[in-house]
Nanobody, 124 residues
């Protein structure tokens, strides 16, 4: 059974940092692309970042690319999302997603498996 479990969310003040983790199980981590999406209340789900463990390619959304970094530890089947200089607009539920095709896609329907999400709240 494929599982993605996110952790690391929480409440942080503007300008603070968080590191989200996504632990994957039930599939060969090296053969997938892993992405982070977020969804704020009343808004559509938005792609934040993606990493392909096959070729190491990385994507970032323009709205966050100067403030985040995505890394993967294939030995631990874990992908991390380091977020710095957080803003209230970053408040959302952050989801980890896996795509069977090991290439990053920027749409949520590109992805086959999803975690339950972790809440990030940035106070002003």
């Amino acid at each position: 059974e494929v599982q993605l479990v996110e952790s690391g969310g929480g409440l942080v003040q503007t300008g603070g940092s968080l590191r989200l983790s996504c632990v994957a199980s039930g599939f060969t981590f090296d053969d997938y692309a892993i992405a982070w999406f977020r969804q704020a209340p009343g808004k559509e789900r938005e792609g934040v970042s993606c990493v392909s463990s096959t070729d190491g390619s990385i994507l970032y959304a323009d709205s966050v690319k100067d403030r985040i970094a995505i890394t993967s530890d294939n030995a631990k089947n874990t992908v991390y999302l380091q977020m710095d200089s957080l803003k209230p607009d970053d408040t959302a539920v952050y989801y980890c997603a896996a795509r069977i095709v090991p290439r990053c896609g920027n749409m949520d329907w590109h992805y086959d498996y999803w975690g339950q999400g972790t809440q990030v709240t940035v106070s002003s």
